[in-house]
T-cell receptor
Framework: AQSVTQLGSHVSVSEGALVLLRCNYS??????LFWYVQYPNQGLQLLLK??????LVKGINGFEAEFKKSETSFHLTKPSAHMSDAAEYFC???????????????FGAGTRLAVHP | DAGVIQSPRHEVTEMGQEVTLRCKPI?????LFWYRQTMMRGLELLIY????????DSGMPEDRFSAKMPNASFSTLKIQPSEPRDSAVYFC???????????FGSGTRLTVV
């Protein structure tokens, strides 16, 4: 069975500081991994995804994530936080073999990022 | 592409009333998912359709909830009768088979008073 753990339900950074949001996964097969962002009163928007190509994945808004198989991690980073990055971020995993017959995403509990001046 | 379209954006209803939430998936997508989001439970998958057929409804909380997909471009989630504990944001998402990831709608915020 697959699962996702996001360390830290709340992260607070200063504007201009490094953003690091942690995600660890559990999967019996090499997974597909995703980061979604949810701005207030909006739906989830795909930031980036790892689908077994390059281990360092670049996404929108300057975010990137690195797949580390040895650490079973897929942490999200951004070198310099902007006020507009304040949102909730969700890590998700899916099974490329589509076990169970469909493209099922398992979401983490989410990390709320606050950016202060 | 207009993306996944959900209506209404907000719904306030009285306990005991019937509520119907609507979703139009992205054209060409053949998988559709209904999620519920609450502070306490996070994102919960309620039901999944593939090619308009319900495949996995194990997340539907109880018989008061029902979902249909009469054609490839429309799905509904109905709650009857509604209860205050059903208050949540309900999201619809769609995807294409074998293409990783979903596209989410903007959600319907349901308040049952």
């Amino acid at each position: 069975a697959q699962s996702v753990t996001q360390l830290g339900s709340h992260v607070s950074v200063s504007e201009g500081a490094l953003v690091l949001l942690r995600c660890n996964y559990s999967s019996s097969v090499p997974p597909y991994l995703f980061w979604y962002v949810q701005y207030p009163n909006q739906g989830l928007q795909l930031l980036l995804k790892y689908t077994s190509a390059a281990t360092l994945v670049k996404g929108i808004n300057g975010f990137e994530a690195e797949f580390k198989k040895s650490e079973t991690s897929f942490h999200l980073t951004k070198p310099s936080a902007h006020m507009s990055d304040a949102a909730e971020y969700f890590c998700a995993v899916s099974d490329p073999l589509f076990s169970g017959g469909y493209n099922k995403l398992i979401f983490g509990a989410g990390t709320r990022l606050a950016v202060h001046p | 592409d207009a993306g996944v379209i959900q209506s209404p954006r907000h719904e306030v209803t009285e306990m005991g009333q019937e509520v119907t939430l609507r979703c139009k998936p992205i054209s060409g997508h053949n998988s559709l998912f209904w999620y519920r989001q609450t502070m306490m439970r996070g994102l919960e998958l309620l039901i999944y359709f593939n090619n308009n057929v319900p495949i996995d409804d194990s997340g539907m909380p109880e018989d008061r909830f029902s979902a249909k997909m009469p054609n490839a471009s429309f799905s509904t989630l109905k709650i009857q009768p509604s209860e205050p504990r059903d208050s949540a944001v309900y999201f619809c998402a769609s995807s294409l088979d074998r293409v990783p990831g979903y596209t989410f709608g903007s959600g319907t915020r349901l308040t049952v008073v």
